[in-house]
């Protein structure tokens, strides 16, 4: 069955500090990757996504992702965390038509 | 402009009764999309709908039923609602030419609570 896997249930880390936030996924063919964030009482929005090409993907407010084939993983970074970027972040994989699957969600928490 | 909007944003109701949900988006996209957000945030896709075509419906009962009179709008009515069904239900959209590589846009979602 094909699955995305977010381990952590929720990271903790100081601002200023860089911050990891873990994705494994399990789809058949060529992996389409994505990251959204929501924040409380909101809709998702989209951050960035892999689709082929370079294994390091930039987005939207400086955060980036990394793509490991060999490792199944497709992990969310940023190198200096903002108290604003604590949110809940999902993890996505596009299967099959017009399918996709998401991750459990992280809960990043951003100390000040 | 708000490009994937949802009404109502809270829904209130009793067991047993009917609602609906509705969904817009002006953005032209081909593809929309119902999800359900239970309590504990998990995310799971409901229903697809490709050019006003159900091409995605995830092992979800009967009750549920979206419609899509048009590529721009996909509502979603729910009968003799249940304890269960509460949850926050987003609607979602992804461009022309669809397909799993696109990223989706999200409405703000409809928090459903069934008392």
């Known amino acids: 069955a094909q699955s995305v896997a977010q381990p952590e249930d929720q990271v903790n880390v100081a601002e200023g500090n860089p911050l990891t936030v873990k994705c494994t996924y399990s789809?058949?063919?060529?992996?389409?990757l994505f990251w959204y964030v929501q924040y409380p009482n909101r809709g998702l929005q989209f951050l960035l996504k892999y689709i082929t090409g370079d294994n390091l993907v930039k987005g939207s407010y400086g955060f980036e992702a990394e793509f490991n084939k060999s490792q199944t993983s497709f992990h969310l970074k940023k190198p200096s965390a903002l108290v604003s970027d604590s949110a809940l972040y999902f993890c996505?994989?596009?299967?099959?038509?017009?399918?996709?699957?998401f991750g459990t969600g992280t809960r990043l928490k951003v100390l000040a | 402009d708000t490009a994937v909007s949802q009404t109502p944003k809270y829904l209130v109701t009793q067991m047993g009764n009917d609602k609906s949900i509705k969904c817009e988006q002006n953005?032209?996209?081909?593809?929309m999309y119902w999800y359900k957000q239970d309590s504990k945030k998990f995310l799971k896709i409901m229903f697809s709908y490709n050019n006003k075509e159900l091409i995605i419906n995830e092992t979800v009962p009967n009750r549920f039923s979206p419609k899509s009179p048009d590529k721009a709008h996909l509502n979603l009515h729910i009968n003799s609602l249940e304890l269960g069904d509460s949850a926050v239900y987003f609607c979602a959209s992804s461009p022309p030419a669809s397909g799993p590589s696109y990223e989706q846009y999200f409405g703000p979602g409809t928090r459903l609570t069934v008392t």
């Open positions: 789809v058949s063919g060529n992996p389409y």
């Open positions: 953005l032209g996209h081909d593809t």
């Open positions: 996505a994989a596009g299967s099959g038509t017009y399918k996709y699957i």
